[in-house]
């Protein structure tokens, strides 16, 4: 009434201007711009300072930070079961029975085996000689990894992988091979009941990552011998 | 700093030049001075500007670039220059070109005649105000000469609705600046100075207490039609980009864009002068401090004000903005020239001197007159006094079947 409103609304900026920041709704990502305070209580992690301890041994970083030129890696917390790029896979659980090949509904994992001479208990393994994913058309469904029975293949925990050529985007074996392995806890109950987290924690061997404890001699032979 | 000022140290540092390239030399040298500063001024603002509006909108803004983004402008315009410069082919390519620049002189233009001291740069304009209301005149030329030129029908539409509302806001704040040179002739005359009324220097001269504290009404129109006229928010019809794209400057592309941009962000500073000169006393304020901070501090709170506007009012329609301006500030200029009229010639004539007690006598009365006209025009013009249509029930849309 009369322009009363006009007001009442710039009263309402005006409040929404004076605020802390706190307010904000946005995450500064990949970094994020920090004052002394909180870049203090970031290196307070690894070296046990108080604030004014850090001022006086970082004048110049408390300076910059002031002026707003410090950015620090600053992450949101991702859950240990996210489905990412950068598959898990272990040479000395696969058997080449090509499972994740055959359920993958896209099409785009392609294995070729050969004879390797290894006998297992219960028959022979494969040599695994070609194992590609075309990650350009994953669609990160995670089917190929419910559908191995050995526990070889892994999801990764990575979201930051665009490449530059639409080649890159495709995952050999040597590629696999040679990653250092953090495998998702994706359908893997047996890594999230360790409480692994793969963000935070380092690679796994592929004798930590299964399912089942492997047979001790005795029971090997109690098995054959009831048979 | 002045014009005389340079004329003295080329004659000083060469001796025996004729006047008249002395007088050029110096004059192209404060002119590049004055619109360096002004462009660089512009382009703090646009940071100034996105950065405000973001945080109160509860957003971070450009943060990136410098030290709390300060080089987003510097960064902008590099993009900006790299970009290609595409012209239409059914364009009118002379005019297309000429519009960017017809539309961004003005405004450095406006630069010319502000006091920064006693004097202006190029020393004082005795018709300072008129020289300015022709020179802000141009905008609505410009507008609609990238429009037209353009070929664009988007572009053509937010010229014609602009054209419109430029054109009509010229009307009350030209009645206001009338006022304001009536009051600064009575004050001047009582003064027995022989600086022209037309004058900002004799505008500031006259102030002895702010003519946004004499005159409220007078301020309130200049400053409603004035941010029409830079045509920015609530009154940005000319580039509502929700409706329009653009507007008129869909077309534009690479540099030419960027000369619109910054005269889009130079607009409310040179406004912001103008007000700081003509209603907030200018370089006048505290004795120890020099005029020219003084004159600046005033400009950056009346942008600050200007963009905290922008912030919170959302766009008028079209037909309520013409309502505005015909209905409401109109008469109401109407009424404040009058009024001012009659009250200094009351004041005046019975001992033919106004002294400053007089003044604040004056300011009180205008403040109550102020509001009782604005109550007076909302009850005559507001939507609560129009008839109501009330639309009458389609037999059809209520889908009742009466058997007879």
Aim: net charge positive; with cysteine; glycine share 6%.
């Amino acid at each position: 009434m009369f322009g009363f409103g006009l007001i009442k609304g710039l009263l309402i900026t005006f409040k929404n201007l004076i605020l802390p920041s706190r307010l904000f709704t946005v995450h500064q990502y990949p970094d994020r711009k920090v004052g002394p305070i909180e870049l203090a209580r970031y290196h307070q992690d690894w070296q046990n300072t108080s604030f004014i301890q850090f001022v006086i041994n970082n004048p110049i970083k408390t300076i910059k930070s002031l002026i707003g030129l410090i950015s620090i890696q600053d992450r949101y917390p991702q859950h240990s079961r996210f489905r990412g790029q950068e598959f898990g896979w272990y040479e000395n659980r696969c058997t080449g029975c090509a499972s994740c090949a055959k359920y993958c509904p896209l099409g785009i994992i392609k294995i070729e085996t050969s004879r390797s001479g290894v006998d297992l208990d219960e028959g022979q393994k494969y040599k695994v000689d070609v194992f590609d994913i075309d990650m350009g058309r994953c669609m990160f469904c995670g089917l190929c990894v419910e559908a191995c029975p050995y526990d070889a293949l892994f999801m990764g925990s990575g979201f930051e992988e665009s490449k530059y050529f639409r080649q890159e985007l495709n995952i050999d074996i040597n590629n696999l091979k040679n990653n250092d392995t953090k495998p998702s806890n994706w359908f893997r109950p047996q890594l999230e009941s360790k409480n692994y987290d793969p963000r935070r924690n380092g690679a796994l061997e592929w004798d930590q990552v299964g399912r089942h404890q492997k047979p001790t001699d005795t029971d090997q032979a109690n098995k054959w011998s009831k048979r | 700093m002045n014009i005389n000022n340079f004329q003295n140290i080329i004659n000083s540092l060469i001796p025996g030049l004729p006047t008249w390239l002395v007088f050029i030399t110096s004059a192209i040298l404060i002119s590049f001075i004055v619109i360096n500063a002004v462009v660089i001024t512009g382009a703090l603002t646009v940071w100034l500007e996105r950065r405000l509006l973001a945080r109160i909108q509860s957003r971070l803004g450009p943060n990136r670039w410098g030290p709390f983004g300060l080089f987003t402008p510097v960064a902008d315009l590099i993009k900006m220059i790299g970009k290609e410069d595409t012209v239409p082919a059914t364009a009118d390519k002379k005019i297309f070109n000429l519009a960017p620049i017809v539309l961004l002189v003005p405004v450095l233009l406006v630069f010319a005649v502000i006091p920064m001291s006693n004097n202006s740069f190029l020393g004082q304009l005795n018709i300072g105000i008129l020289f300015i209301v022709g020179v802000t005149g141009f905008n609505t030329l410009a507008v609609f000469m990238a429009a037209w030129s353009s070929r664009n029908k988007y572009a053509l539409f937010g010229a014609m609705r602009g054209v419109a509302m430029l054109l009509s806001y010229e009307v009350p704040m030209a009645l206001s600046i009338i006022s304001i040179v009536l009051t600064t002739n009575f004050l001047l005359n009582i003064d027995g100075s022989n600086l022209s009324a037309l004058s900002l220097v004799g505008i500031v001269q006259a102030q002895k207490i702010p003519f946004f504290i004499l005159q409220p009404l007078g301020a309130l129109i200049f400053v409603t039609a004035a941010s029409a006229e830079m045509s920015r928010a609530p009154f940005d019809m000319i580039e509502s980009e929700s409706e329009l794209g653009a507007g008129y400057h869909t077309e534009y592309s690479g540099i030419k864009f960027a000369i619109f941009q910054l005269t889009e962000f130079l607009a409310p500073v040179a406004t912001a002068a103008i007000i700081s000169v003509m209603f907030a006393g200018g370089i006048k304020g505290l004795s120890f401090i020099p005029g020219s901070v003084i004159l600046v501090v005033k400009i950056f709170v009346i942008v600050l004000i200007f963009i905290w506007i922008r912030a919170t009012w959302p766009r008028l329609r079209v037909d309520q903005i013409m309502n505005f301006a015909w209905k409401f500030l109109l008469p109401l200029s109407v009424i404040n020239i009058f009024s001012q009229a009659i009250i200094l010639q009351i004041f005046y004539s019975s001992d033919s001197i106004i002294t400053i007690n007089e003044l604040w006598t004056i300011a009180f009365i205008n403040w109550i007159l102020a509001g009782i006209s604005i109550f007076l025009l909302a009850k005559l013009f507001g939507h609560k006094g129009r008839d109501k249509n009330i639309p009458i029930p389609s037999k059809l849309a209520n889908m009742e079947f009466t058997s007879e």
